[in-house]
Protein backbone atom coordinates (compact mmCIF):
# COMPACT_ATOMS: atom_id res chain seq x y z
CA UNK A 1 0.00 0.00 0.00
CA UNK A 2 1.59 3.39 -1.21
CA UNK A 3 2.36 6.11 1.45
CA UNK A 4 -0.30 9.26 2.03
CA UNK A 5 0.10 11.65 -0.84
CA UNK A 6 1.14 15.53 0.87
CA UNK A 7 1.64 17.96 -1.74
CA UNK A 8 3.47 21.72 -0.33
CA UNK A 9 2.88 24.40 -2.32
CA UNK A 10 5.86 26.97 -2.39
CA UNK A 11 9.94 26.09 -2.09
CA UNK A 12 10.85 28.59 0.65
CA UNK A 13 11.74 28.14 4.39
CA UNK A 14 8.75 26.56 5.57
CA UNK A 15 7.87 24.70 2.14
CA UNK A 16 11.57 22.93 2.41
CA UNK A 17 10.31 22.55 6.75
CA UNK A 18 7.01 21.39 5.69
CA UNK A 19 8.49 18.63 2.32
CA UNK A 20 11.42 17.19 5.38
CA UNK A 21 9.55 16.57 8.58
CA UNK A 22 6.21 15.18 6.27
CA UNK A 23 8.89 12.70 4.60
CA UNK A 24 10.50 12.01 7.89
CA UNK A 25 6.72 11.22 8.96
CA UNK A 26 6.26 8.81 5.93
CA UNK A 27 4.56 10.56 3.63
CA UNK A 28 5.08 10.79 -0.58
CA UNK A 29 6.10 14.17 -0.98
CA UNK A 30 5.46 16.63 -3.70
CA UNK A 31 7.01 19.52 -3.42
CA UNK A 32 6.15 22.50 -6.31
CA UNK A 33 7.03 25.72 -7.28
CA UNK A 34 6.12 28.63 -10.03
CA UNK A 35 9.71 29.76 -9.71
CA UNK A 36 12.76 28.15 -11.51
CA UNK A 37 16.00 29.12 -10.01
CA UNK A 38 19.77 27.88 -8.85
CA UNK A 39 18.44 29.30 -5.66
CA UNK A 40 16.05 26.63 -5.57
CA UNK A 41 17.83 23.67 -7.58
CA UNK A 42 20.13 23.68 -4.62
CA UNK A 43 17.09 23.91 -2.19
CA UNK A 44 15.83 20.74 -4.20
CA UNK A 45 18.32 19.30 -4.35
CA UNK A 46 18.77 18.87 -0.24
CA UNK A 47 15.60 17.82 0.34
CA UNK A 48 15.66 14.06 0.94
CA UNK A 49 15.74 11.82 -2.01
CA UNK A 50 12.08 10.38 -2.15
CA UNK A 51 10.62 14.15 -2.30
CA UNK A 52 9.67 14.89 -5.55
CA UNK A 53 10.02 18.18 -6.78
CA UNK A 54 8.29 20.10 -9.37
CA UNK A 55 9.56 23.98 -10.47
CA UNK A 56 8.48 26.09 -13.06
CA UNK A 57 5.06 26.29 -12.86
CA UNK A 58 2.10 23.75 -12.43
CA UNK A 59 -1.78 23.80 -12.86
CA UNK A 60 -4.80 23.00 -10.37
CA UNK A 61 -4.66 19.53 -10.94
CA UNK A 62 -1.47 18.88 -8.70
CA UNK A 63 -3.21 18.56 -5.44
CA UNK A 64 -5.37 15.41 -7.08
CA UNK A 65 -5.00 12.89 -4.97
CA UNK A 66 -3.22 14.58 -2.05
CA UNK A 67 -4.66 13.87 1.06
CA UNK A 68 -2.66 16.81 3.19
CA UNK A 69 -1.64 19.91 1.05
CA UNK A 70 0.35 22.48 2.56
CA UNK A 71 1.03 26.00 0.59
CA UNK A 72 3.71 28.42 1.76
CA UNK A 73 2.65 32.06 3.97
CA UNK A 74 2.47 33.84 0.14
CA UNK A 75 -0.27 31.44 -0.77
CA UNK A 76 -3.43 32.85 -0.40
CA UNK A 77 -6.04 30.98 1.86
CA UNK A 78 -8.88 31.46 -0.27
CA UNK A 79 -6.99 30.88 -3.90
CA UNK A 80 -8.29 28.13 -5.93
CA UNK A 81 -5.72 25.75 -5.78
CA UNK A 82 -6.67 25.28 -2.03
CA UNK A 83 -10.03 25.42 -2.95
CA UNK A 84 -10.18 22.69 -4.90
CA UNK A 85 -7.95 20.48 -2.57
CA UNK A 86 -10.85 21.22 0.53
CA UNK A 87 -13.67 20.24 -2.33
CA UNK A 88 -11.64 17.18 -2.63
CA UNK A 89 -11.48 16.48 1.32
CA UNK A 90 -7.83 17.14 1.40
CA UNK A 91 -6.36 18.79 4.56
CA UNK A 92 -5.06 22.39 4.06
CA UNK A 93 -2.35 22.87 7.20
CA UNK A 94 0.49 25.61 6.88
CA UNK A 95 3.66 24.87 8.01
CA UNK A 96 2.75 26.73 11.43
CA UNK A 97 -0.79 24.89 11.35
CA UNK A 98 1.25 21.58 11.73
CA UNK A 99 3.23 23.39 14.29
CA UNK A 100 0.09 23.90 16.31
CA UNK A 101 -0.97 20.00 15.71
CA UNK A 102 2.43 18.32 16.69
CA UNK A 103 3.89 21.15 19.42
CA UNK A 104 4.27 19.05 22.85
CA UNK A 105 4.86 22.75 25.05
CA UNK A 106 2.42 25.18 25.45
CA UNK A 107 2.69 28.43 23.07
CA UNK A 108 2.76 31.63 23.56
CA UNK A 109 1.85 33.78 20.63
CA UNK A 110 2.30 37.21 19.65
CA UNK A 111 0.69 39.12 16.64
CA UNK A 112 -0.57 43.09 15.67
CA UNK A 113 0.45 45.31 13.65
CA UNK A 114 3.51 46.58 14.57
CA UNK A 115 6.13 45.11 17.61
CA UNK A 116 5.49 41.91 17.27
CA UNK A 117 9.13 41.29 16.47
CA UNK A 118 10.25 43.12 19.84
CA UNK A 119 7.91 41.55 21.70
CA UNK A 120 7.85 37.89 20.86
CA UNK A 121 11.70 38.52 21.53
CA UNK A 122 11.30 39.82 24.85
CA UNK A 123 8.49 37.87 26.20
CA UNK A 124 10.94 34.95 25.50
CA UNK A 125 13.66 36.42 27.54
CA UNK A 126 11.08 36.93 30.03
CA UNK A 127 10.12 33.74 30.92
CA UNK A 128 13.92 32.29 29.95
CA UNK A 129 14.45 34.26 33.15
CA UNK A 130 11.62 32.28 35.04
CA UNK A 131 13.89 30.15 34.44
CA UNK A 132 12.40 28.25 31.54
CA UNK A 133 14.24 26.72 28.67
CA UNK A 134 12.36 28.77 25.13
CA UNK A 135 12.48 28.30 21.94
CA UNK A 136 11.28 30.84 19.45
CA UNK A 137 9.98 30.86 15.75
CA UNK A 138 7.06 31.55 13.64
CA UNK A 139 7.33 34.61 11.55
CA UNK A 140 10.61 35.08 13.07
CA UNK A 141 13.97 33.17 13.17
CA UNK A 142 13.68 29.56 11.75
CA UNK A 143 10.68 27.71 11.29
CA UNK A 144 9.35 25.69 14.21
CA UNK A 145 8.24 22.99 12.64
CA UNK A 146 11.43 21.15 12.13
CA UNK A 147 12.82 22.12 15.29
CA UNK A 148 9.92 20.73 17.36
CA UNK A 149 12.06 17.25 17.93
CA UNK A 150 13.81 19.24 20.51
CA UNK A 151 10.29 20.64 22.43
CA UNK A 152 9.92 19.08 25.62
CA UNK A 153 6.20 19.43 27.73
CA UNK A 154 7.74 21.96 29.58
CA UNK A 155 9.25 24.17 27.57
CA UNK A 156 7.50 26.95 26.26
CA UNK A 157 7.13 27.93 22.00
CA UNK A 158 7.22 32.02 21.84
CA UNK A 159 5.92 32.29 18.48
CA UNK A 160 5.57 35.48 16.38
CA UNK A 161 2.33 35.40 14.21
CA UNK A 162 1.17 37.00 10.88
CA UNK A 163 -1.75 37.54 10.08
CA UNK A 164 -1.19 35.45 6.96
CA UNK A 165 -0.30 32.99 9.05
CA UNK A 166 -3.15 32.96 11.58
CA UNK A 167 -5.57 32.60 8.62
CA UNK A 168 -4.22 29.46 8.09
CA UNK A 169 -4.41 27.56 11.20
CA UNK A 170 -7.26 25.61 12.18
CA UNK A 171 -7.04 26.01 16.02
CA UNK A 172 -4.34 28.51 16.69
CA UNK A 173 -4.12 27.60 21.02
CA UNK A 174 -2.00 29.56 22.95
CA UNK A 175 -1.76 29.59 26.44
CA UNK A 176 -0.36 33.09 26.57
CA UNK A 177 -1.65 35.64 23.36
CA UNK A 178 -1.53 38.98 22.47
CA UNK A 179 -2.74 41.38 20.13
CA UNK A 180 -0.12 44.48 19.88
CA UNK A 181 -2.21 46.51 18.28
CA UNK A 182 -3.69 47.21 14.44
CA UNK A 183 -4.10 49.80 11.68
CA UNK A 184 -4.46 49.28 8.01
CA UNK A 185 -1.75 46.59 6.55
CA UNK A 186 -1.89 43.91 3.83
CA UNK A 187 -4.72 45.53 2.70
CA UNK A 188 -3.63 43.97 -0.53
CA UNK A 189 -3.69 40.68 0.50
CA UNK A 190 -6.63 40.61 2.63
CA UNK A 191 -8.59 43.35 1.08
CA UNK A 192 -10.20 44.91 3.96
CA UNK A 193 -9.40 46.53 6.92
CA UNK A 194 -12.15 44.02 8.10
CA UNK A 195 -10.78 41.21 6.71
CA UNK A 196 -7.38 41.93 8.15
CA UNK A 197 -9.21 42.44 12.10
CA UNK A 198 -10.79 39.44 11.45
CA UNK A 199 -7.60 37.10 11.19
CA UNK A 200 -5.97 38.79 13.69
CA UNK A 201 -8.53 38.26 15.83
CA UNK A 202 -8.05 34.36 15.94
CA UNK A 203 -5.97 34.41 17.98
CA UNK A 204 -8.09 35.77 20.96
CA UNK A 205 -11.11 33.66 19.71
CA UNK A 206 -9.17 30.22 20.58
CA UNK A 207 -7.04 31.23 23.59
CA UNK A 208 -6.38 28.28 26.04
CA UNK A 209 -8.83 29.13 28.65
CA UNK A 210 -6.63 28.38 31.69
CA UNK A 211 -3.75 30.86 29.91
CA UNK A 212 -4.15 34.55 29.18
CA UNK A 213 -4.52 37.22 26.72
CA UNK A 214 -3.07 40.73 26.20
CA UNK A 215 -4.92 43.28 25.00
CA UNK A 216 -3.94 46.89 24.31
CA UNK A 217 -6.17 49.41 26.59
CA UNK A 218 -5.43 52.56 24.01
CA UNK A 219 -6.17 50.62 20.81
CA UNK A 220 -9.81 50.50 20.96
CA UNK A 221 -10.20 47.65 17.82
CA UNK A 222 -7.83 45.42 20.07
CA UNK A 223 -9.51 46.32 23.39
CA UNK A 224 -13.01 44.78 21.63
CA UNK A 225 -11.15 41.30 21.50
CA UNK A 226 -12.17 41.63 25.00
CA UNK A 227 -15.61 40.42 24.49
CA UNK A 228 -14.28 37.25 22.47
CA UNK A 229 -11.37 35.64 24.90
CA UNK A 230 -12.71 32.61 26.21
CA UNK A 231 -9.61 33.38 28.58
CA UNK A 232 -8.82 35.83 31.33
CA UNK A 233 -7.48 39.29 29.41
CA UNK A 234 -5.19 41.13 31.30
CA UNK A 235 -4.40 45.12 30.02
CA UNK A 236 -1.41 47.04 29.23
CA UNK A 237 -0.30 50.40 28.46
CA UNK A 238 -0.34 54.02 30.38
CA UNK A 239 -4.35 53.73 31.62
CA UNK A 240 -5.94 50.66 32.57
CA UNK A 241 -9.13 52.21 33.77
CA UNK A 242 -8.59 49.76 36.93
CA UNK A 243 -8.67 46.65 35.11
CA UNK A 244 -5.88 44.01 35.83
CA UNK A 245 -2.85 44.20 33.39
CA UNK A 246 0.27 46.04 33.46
CA UNK A 247 1.06 50.22 33.18
CA UNK A 248 3.04 53.01 34.12
CA UNK A 249 2.74 54.88 37.44
CA UNK A 250 5.13 57.23 38.76
CA UNK A 251 8.09 56.54 36.14
CA UNK A 252 7.68 52.69 37.19
CA UNK A 253 6.29 49.50 35.38
CA UNK A 254 3.61 48.24 37.55
CA UNK A 255 1.63 45.12 37.54
CA UNK A 256 -2.08 45.51 39.02
CA UNK A 257 -2.96 42.45 40.23
CA UNK A 258 -6.45 42.08 42.44
CA UNK A 259 -6.10 45.63 43.00
CA UNK A 260 -2.70 45.87 44.37
CA UNK A 261 0.02 47.56 42.20
CA UNK A 262 3.37 45.09 41.87
CA UNK A 263 6.38 47.22 41.16
CA UNK A 264 8.52 45.97 38.18
CA UNK A 265 11.48 48.49 36.68
CA UNK A 266 11.39 52.09 36.49
CA UNK A 267 10.82 52.89 32.89
CA UNK A 268 14.09 54.48 32.59
CA UNK A 269 15.95 51.54 33.00
CA UNK A 270 14.32 50.11 29.66
CA UNK A 271 17.36 50.27 27.16
CA UNK A 272 15.10 51.09 24.24
CA UNK A 273 14.16 54.18 21.66
CA UNK A 274 10.62 55.33 21.93
CA UNK A 275 7.57 55.05 24.09
CA UNK A 276 6.27 52.26 21.60
CA UNK A 277 8.63 49.96 23.38
CA UNK A 278 7.56 51.35 26.52
CA UNK A 279 4.35 49.29 25.48
CA UNK A 280 6.08 46.35 24.09
CA UNK A 281 7.73 46.29 27.70
CA UNK A 282 3.76 46.71 29.10
CA UNK A 283 2.81 43.55 27.14
CA UNK A 284 5.40 41.03 27.42
CA UNK A 285 5.28 41.84 31.02
CA UNK A 286 1.42 40.91 31.09
CA UNK A 287 2.03 37.18 29.40
CA UNK A 288 4.84 37.30 32.01
CA UNK A 289 3.62 37.97 35.53
CA UNK A 290 0.46 35.67 34.19
CA UNK A 291 2.89 32.56 33.50
CA UNK A 292 4.23 33.60 36.71
CA UNK A 293 7.60 34.83 36.57
CA UNK A 294 8.89 36.71 39.12
CA UNK A 295 9.13 40.85 38.98
CA UNK A 296 12.56 40.84 39.90
CA UNK A 297 13.01 38.10 37.13
CA UNK A 298 11.36 40.44 34.82
CA UNK A 299 13.12 43.60 35.62
CA UNK A 300 16.31 41.94 35.13
CA UNK A 301 15.66 40.79 31.71
CA UNK A 302 14.55 43.58 30.14
CA UNK A 303 17.55 45.49 31.75
CA UNK A 304 19.80 43.17 29.54
CA UNK A 305 17.71 43.06 26.27
CA UNK A 306 19.00 44.76 23.27
CA UNK A 307 16.95 45.82 20.29
CA UNK A 308 16.07 42.57 17.92
CA UNK A 309 18.40 43.05 14.71
CA UNK A 310 16.41 45.99 12.08
CA UNK A 311 13.99 47.25 14.66
CA UNK A 312 15.81 50.86 15.43
CA UNK A 313 18.80 48.93 15.87
CA UNK A 314 21.96 51.47 16.04
CA UNK A 315 24.13 51.04 13.27
CA UNK A 316 26.42 53.67 13.55
CA UNK A 317 27.00 56.68 15.84
CA UNK A 318 29.82 58.97 14.83
CA UNK A 319 30.96 62.20 14.56
CA UNK A 320 27.47 63.34 16.10
CA UNK A 321 25.14 61.61 13.74
CA UNK A 322 23.35 58.52 15.02
CA UNK A 323 22.96 55.97 12.18
CA UNK A 324 19.79 54.16 12.88
CA UNK A 325 18.20 50.86 10.81
CA UNK A 326 14.31 50.67 11.02
CA UNK A 327 14.15 48.06 7.74
CA UNK A 328 11.37 46.27 9.17
CA UNK A 329 9.28 49.35 9.32
CA UNK A 330 7.33 48.08 6.24
CA UNK A 331 3.84 49.93 7.01
CA UNK A 332 2.76 53.45 7.94
CA UNK A 333 2.15 53.09 11.72
CA UNK A 334 5.89 51.40 11.91
CA UNK A 335 7.53 54.19 10.03
CA UNK A 336 5.46 56.92 12.27
CA UNK A 337 6.66 55.03 15.74
CA UNK A 338 10.14 55.77 14.39
CA UNK A 339 10.11 59.04 13.41
CA UNK A 340 8.59 59.80 17.09
CA UNK A 341 11.48 57.71 18.69
CA UNK A 342 14.13 60.50 18.88
CA UNK A 343 12.41 62.96 21.04
CA UNK A 344 12.67 65.68 19.11
CA UNK A 345 16.06 65.05 17.49
CA UNK A 346 16.68 65.84 14.11
CA UNK A 347 16.32 63.05 11.39
CA UNK A 348 17.37 62.37 7.88
CA UNK A 349 14.51 60.12 6.91
CA UNK A 350 15.44 57.33 4.53
CA UNK A 351 11.90 55.77 2.83
CA UNK A 352 10.26 53.82 -0.02
CA UNK A 353 9.99 50.66 -1.16
CA UNK A 354 7.44 48.18 -2.25
CA UNK A 355 3.58 49.24 -2.08
CA UNK A 356 0.74 47.07 0.19
CA UNK A 357 -1.96 48.78 -1.52
CA UNK A 358 -1.23 51.83 0.94
CA UNK A 359 -1.60 55.09 -0.15
CA UNK A 360 1.31 57.69 0.73
CA UNK A 361 -0.67 60.40 2.14
CA UNK A 362 -0.54 59.51 5.90
CA UNK A 363 2.88 58.48 5.54
CA UNK A 364 4.16 61.60 4.08
CA UNK A 365 1.43 63.55 6.67
CA UNK A 366 4.11 61.71 9.42
CA UNK A 367 7.29 62.82 7.84
CA UNK A 368 6.45 65.86 7.33
CA UNK A 369 5.99 66.64 10.54
CA UNK A 370 9.06 65.08 12.35
CA UNK A 371 11.49 64.99 9.62
CA UNK A 372 14.08 67.81 8.61
CA UNK A 373 14.93 65.75 5.35
CA UNK A 374 13.32 63.03 3.26
CA UNK A 375 15.43 61.31 1.22
CA UNK A 376 12.74 58.94 -0.59
CA UNK A 377 14.15 55.79 -2.84
CA UNK A 378 12.54 52.84 -4.48
CA UNK A 379 9.16 51.88 -6.39
CA UNK A 380 7.13 54.47 -4.38
CA UNK A 381 9.50 56.93 -4.18
CA UNK A 382 7.95 59.24 -6.53
CA UNK A 383 4.48 58.84 -4.91
CA UNK A 384 6.15 59.81 -1.64
CA UNK A 385 7.88 62.67 -3.18
CA UNK A 386 4.44 64.03 -4.85
CA UNK A 387 2.83 63.26 -1.60
CA UNK A 388 5.17 65.69 0.47
CA UNK A 389 5.46 67.61 -2.53
CA UNK A 390 1.57 68.73 -2.38
CA UNK A 391 2.04 68.82 1.70
CA UNK A 392 4.67 71.85 1.03
CA UNK A 393 7.38 69.91 2.10
CA UNK A 394 10.28 70.88 0.31
CA UNK A 395 13.14 69.12 2.26
CA UNK A 396 13.19 66.13 0.14
CA UNK A 397 15.06 64.12 -2.31
CA UNK A 398 14.34 61.67 -4.66
CA UNK A 399 16.95 58.91 -5.43
CA UNK A 400 16.90 55.60 -7.23
CA UNK A 401 17.49 52.99 -4.79
CA UNK A 402 18.84 52.80 -1.19
CA UNK A 403 23.05 53.21 -2.23
CA UNK A 404 22.10 56.12 -3.29
CA UNK A 405 19.78 57.11 -0.50
CA UNK A 406 22.72 56.37 1.97
CA UNK A 407 25.18 58.55 -0.14
CA UNK A 408 22.47 61.48 -0.06
CA UNK A 409 21.86 61.43 3.50
CA UNK A 410 25.52 61.40 3.92
CA UNK A 411 25.53 64.84 2.35
CA UNK A 412 22.75 65.96 4.06
CA UNK A 413 23.82 64.73 7.61
CA UNK A 414 24.99 67.00 10.54
CA UNK A 415 26.17 66.55 14.14
CA UNK A 416 23.03 66.23 15.89
CA UNK A 417 21.04 64.59 13.19
CA UNK A 418 19.55 61.12 13.56
CA UNK A 419 19.73 58.93 9.86
CA UNK A 420 16.71 56.89 10.16
CA UNK A 421 15.98 53.66 7.75
CA UNK A 422 12.27 53.10 8.68
CA UNK A 423 10.92 53.19 5.15
CA UNK A 424 6.89 52.10 5.46
CA UNK A 425 6.93 49.64 2.67
CA UNK A 426 8.20 46.41 1.93
CA UNK A 427 11.81 45.80 0.61
CA UNK A 428 10.63 43.32 -2.70
CA UNK A 429 11.20 46.14 -5.02
CA UNK A 430 15.15 46.26 -4.56
CA UNK A 431 15.68 43.40 -1.69
CA UNK A 432 14.43 39.70 -0.90
CA UNK A 433 13.65 40.45 2.74
CA UNK A 434 14.08 43.53 4.93
CA UNK A 435 16.69 41.50 6.85
CA UNK A 436 18.65 41.64 3.43
CA UNK A 437 17.78 45.19 2.92
CA UNK A 438 18.67 46.51 6.98
CA UNK A 439 22.15 44.08 6.36
CA UNK A 440 22.21 46.18 2.87
CA UNK A 441 21.74 49.87 4.77
CA UNK A 442 24.53 48.88 7.55
CA UNK A 443 26.93 47.59 4.85
CA UNK A 444 26.59 51.21 3.19
CA UNK A 445 26.63 53.55 6.06
CA UNK A 446 29.95 51.32 7.07
CA UNK A 447 31.56 51.77 3.56
CA UNK A 448 30.27 55.90 3.99
CA UNK A 449 32.58 55.94 7.17
CA UNK A 450 35.08 54.54 5.56
CA UNK A 451 34.75 51.50 8.65
CA UNK A 452 34.91 47.50 7.97
CA UNK A 453 31.12 46.60 7.10
CA UNK A 454 28.85 45.59 10.17
CA UNK A 455 28.43 41.60 10.34
CA UNK A 456 25.74 40.25 8.39
CA UNK A 457 22.54 40.44 11.18
CA UNK A 458 20.28 37.91 11.07
CA UNK A 459 16.08 38.19 11.39
Not at 72 to 96: I, K, T, Y
Not at 378 to 385: P, V
Request: aromatic share 4%; net charge negative; with cysteine.
Amino acid sequence: MSSPLAVVVGLGVSGSACARVLDAEGWRVRVVDRADSEKLRTTAAALPAGVEVVLGGYDDGVVDGAVLVCPSPGVPWDAPLLDRARAAGAAVRSELGLVFERCPAPIAGVTGTNGKTTTTSLLAALLAAAPARVHVGGNIGETMLDRLGAVEAGDWVVLEISSFQLESIDNPRCRLATVLNLSPDHLDRHRTMQEYVAAKRRIVEHADPDGAVALNAADPVTLAMTAVSPAPVRLFGRDLAGAPGVTVRDGQVVSVEGGECVAVLPVAEIPLFGEHNVTNVLAATALARAAGVAPQSIAGAVRAFRPVHHRLETVLDRDGVLWVNDSKATNVDAATVALRAFGGRPIVWIGGGGSKGVGPEALAAAVAEHARHAVLNGATGAALDAALGALGFEARTLVADLPAAVAAAAALARPGDVVLLAPGYTSFDQFSSYEERGAAFAALVADQAGEAPAPAAGG
